[in-house]
């Protein structure tokens, strides 16, 4: 099993920043993928950003240039830098990690509420 514990949700004003970080535990025996989805109310969950173990990233266009993914691999921490905040952006955000098995296990954080508004 694989525990994902997120932090660094909140309250925000448009314009302003966030760090949203996930660090993983268990029986880790090597990550292919850590990212970060999201699901505002109403909508679907959609793929904000991942990083693959080489280094490969993806973002959604809609945070490209205003968000920034990266890892910690010696603690099996994943960051989203999120920069200039628009309202639009608010939603609970979800961790997301992808081992490298056969088959291919992919766990889920609990989520951490992102609240942008005036």
């Known amino acids: 099993q694989v525990q994902l514990v997120e932090s660094g949700g909140g309250l925000v004003q448009p314009g302003g920043s966030l760090r949203l970080s996930c660090a993983a535990s268990g029986s880790i025996f090597s990550i292919y993928a850590m990212g970060w989805y999201r699901q505002a109310p109403g909508k679907q969950r959609e793929l904000v950003a991942t990083k693959t173990d080489g280094g490969s990233t993806n973002y959604a266009d809609s945070v490209k240039g205003r968000f920034t993914i990266s890892r910690d691999d010696a603690k099996n921490t994943v960051f989203l830098q999120m920069n200039s905040l628009k309202p639009e952006d608010t939603a609970i955000y979800y961790c997301?990690?992808?081992?490298?098995?056969?088959?291919?296990?992919?766990?889920w954080g609990q989520g951490t509420q992102v609240t942008v508004s005036s």
């Open positions: 997301n990690v992808v081992l490298r098995t056969v088959p291919q296990y992919t766990y």
